[in-house]
């Protein structure tokens, strides 16, 4: 029997639905649109634990800080694109969601917050490495599927090829382009009013960190830039070395991929491929889990003598509209002083920053000091991450 994942406690579908009744109802505090101040707003609430009805209220309190994310989501498709990274596994006997990979009582609180604010479909998405469903893949992350379908109107897709979709989607990387002109993608991140990224706060061994923007990696399909995408089709579940390092053996260019870059190793790459991607494919509404996780790197594989991974408690939820100004409280809440910061200054020890990169091609403000946080000052929460 599996082993059941702490923190989360039984969540029936009478308990969850009935403590979701009344949290949006009796506060009175989502009917505030988002005007232009609070786009680039970003909300720092406390979260000690992953008690659904906790997670639920503290998502809801922070969307109330920003100015309500209703109008953003009421009648819309609403696609959460997840880190379910890897494979699913204890760390130092912890589970995956409270360690590395999205916890199933964050999504399953968002989706009904999302319901709650009136959207039409609520999508959760990831390009998962396995041939399996999401709900199946999902499942040996701790996500139950029967609590999801009790909320109604959520559906899931493994977005690692084609999938539901009669064919793939062209997704063009508009301005100047900084590794690729476009990607080729799976309908679900074309064929949705409100892309939400939905990120686990942790380091990067490749990207220095891994938070609203990085998570959108995940939105590449292994059967297009798989390793074995020649070769397997559409079955193709391989690593995208070619993304990461493809200066590494003879590994063809992939659609979209510019001229010129081929002899770059990872530290170049990843960082303008995950520009890339988040300026083909916006991102609506940042969320990113600090309430347990892990410090060094994004899962237990990447873990080395050298460089050894430590389980982490911020207890923390933060959301915005602007995903680059989420990303930088973000990284100044791990403890990092500048999240513009060249390569060489942690935790960008290795790589080019990707949120400099992002901010310089206008996707968001990374500067702090022209964002407006709310809820809890950067300082109050502030925990020391890794390489510090």
């Not at 109604?152 to 979709?165: C, D, H, L, P, Q």
């Not at 990224?197 to 923007?213: D, E, F, P, Q, Y």
């Amino acid at each position: 029997m599996r082993e059941p994942v702490v923190g989360l406690g039984p969540v029936s579908r009478r308990s969850f639905l009935r403590s979701s009744a009344g949290l949006v109802a009796g506060a009175g505090l989502f009917s505030v649109g988002c005007g232009d101040g609070s786009l680039h707003s970003v909300a720092i609430v406390r979260q000690q634990t992953y008690d659904p009805e906790g997670v639920k209220a503290s998502l809801a309190h922070a969307f109330s800080l920003i100015g309500g994310v209703d109008a953003l989501v009421r009648s819309a498709t609403v696609t959460v694109k997840v880190n379910l990274t890897g494979y699913a596994a204890a760390m130092s006997g912890v589970p995956p969601g409270e360690s590395y990979a999205t916890h199933p009582a964050t999504a399953l609180a968002l989706a009904s917050l999302l319901g709650d604010f009136g959207a039409a479909r609520v999508r959760f998405v990831d390009s998962c490495p396995s041939r399996a469903t999401f709900e199946d893949f999902a499942n040996a992350f701790g996500w139950d599927r029967t609590a999801f379908s009790a909320l109604g109107k959520v559906s899931f897709e493994n977005t690692r090829n084609a999938g539901s979709g009669a064919s793939y989607v062209r997704r063009d990387v508009p301005g100047a382009p900084r590794l690729f002109s476009y990607f080729t993608v799976n309908h679900c991140y074309a064929d949705t009013d409100v892309m939400v990224s939905l990120a686990k706060m942790k380091n990067h061994v490749t990207a220095g960190v891994t938070l609203a923007i990085k998570n959108m990696f995940g939105a590449t399909p292994n059967a297009v830039y798989g390793t074995d995408s020649e070769a397997g089709g559409e079955d193709a579940v391989g690593y995208r070395l070619c993304l990461h390092d493809r200066a590494q053996g003879a590994i063809a260019a992939r659609p979209g991929e510019l001229a010129g870059f081929g002899n770059q190793d990872a530290y170049f790459r990843i960082p303008r491929i995950v520009t890339d991607v988040a300026a083909a494919r916006p991102i609506d509404l940042a969320v990113v889990d600090g309430i347990a996780t892990i410090a060094g790197g994004e899962g237990p594989w990447t873990e080395t003598p050298t460089n050894p991974l430590r389980l982490l408690s911020p207890g923390v939820l933060i959301a915005g509209r602007d995903p680059v100004a989420t990303d930088a409280v973000s990284v100044r809440v791990m403890g990092y002083a500048n999240p513009l910061a060249a390569r060489g200054t942690p935790p960008f020890a290795f790589c080019d920053n990707h949120i400099l990169l992002a901010h310089q091609a206008g996707l968001g403000i990374g500067d702090v000091s022209r964002v407006n946080v709310l809820g809890e000052t950067i300082e109050s929460v502030a925990t020391r991450f890794a390489w510090i």
